[in-house]
Structures are given as structure tokens and as C-alpha cells.
């Protein structure tokens, strides 16, 4: 069930980080932002919204497969790793530049990611529940 937590995170991760590459590509494209009809309509034609969608749709359905079997802390945790892996892409395909403080948060995010998956923590209502049980 381990792999299957491990490569299920992965696809996500890579359904989401392509989902936001895809955002950013498609607004690039679309520049400059507006909030008329012409603008939607330049987001509309542009090939990188619907990259973006499909990501979507496939962290979606991603996401209700692993949320069936799941512990929901890791899980929900390990959703932010986008941010990471976005981070990332976009330096090194994209040419943006990498600040200290997003090094900062991207390693306090993987901290925190290392720290909800590798603590196993007790319910305190099911906790509570097998008190009253015994």
C-alpha cells in the first residue's frame, strides 16, 4: 500500500505542478491582464489553458482515488509540495530567478511535508471513544 501512496503522490504532484505551469503560461500568453471579455477571451485561445484544465482534471481524479485510502493529514500535506516542485520548474525552464526567501519557505515546506508523513498521530476522539470503551 506504501507504493501505491508513493506513486499515487506522484502523479498528482505532477498533475498540479502541470496544471500551474499551464496557468502561468497561459496569463504570459494572454498579458496584459484585464477584466474584460477580450482578455477571457485571449486566455480562451490560448493552446496552454487547456494544458492547464487537463491537469486539473487529472489531479482531481487523482486526488478522490488516494483520498480513499489515504491517512488525510499526510495527504492533504503532501498536496503542497506543488508549490516546490512549480518553484522549481519555473526557474529552471521558465528562467524566473530563485530569491532567499523562497528557498526558505520551500525548505520550511518540506520540513513540515517530512514531519506530517513520518509522525503517526492518535485521533483524540477515537482516542477518547476506546476510554469510555474499556
Do not use: N
Not at 505542478?17 to 477584466?35: D, E, H, R, S, W
Not at 509522525?119 to 469510555?132: C, F, N, V
Amino acid at each position: 500500500m506504501r507504493r501505491f501512496y508513493l506513486i499515487g503522490f506522484l502523479i498528482l504532484l505532477g498533475f498540479d505542478t502541470l496544471a500551474q505551469i499551464g496557468f502561468k503560461l497561459a496569463a504570459v500568453g494572454a498579458a496584459p491582464p484585464a477584466l474584460e471579455f477580450a482578455w477571457l477571451g485571449r486566455i480562451a485561445s490560448e493552446r496552454w489553458i487547456y494544458l492547464a484544465v487537463a491537469g486539473y482534471l487529472g489531479a482531481f481524479v487523482t486526488w478522490m482515488t488516494l483520498l480513499r485510502y489515504a491517512p488525510i493529514g499526510p495527504a492533504f500535506a503532501a498536496t503542497h509540495l506543488d508549490i516546490v516542485t512549480v518553484l522549481i520548474v519555473s526557474v529552471m525552464w521558465l528562467g524566473e530567478t530563485l530569491s532567499s526567501p523562497q528557498v526558505v519557505g520551500a525548505g520550511l515546506i518540506l520540513i513540515g511535508i517530512t514531519i506530517l508523513a513520518t509522525t503517526k498521530g492518535e485521533d483524540p476522539e477515537l482516542k477518547q471513544y476506546s476510554e469510555d470503551a474499556a
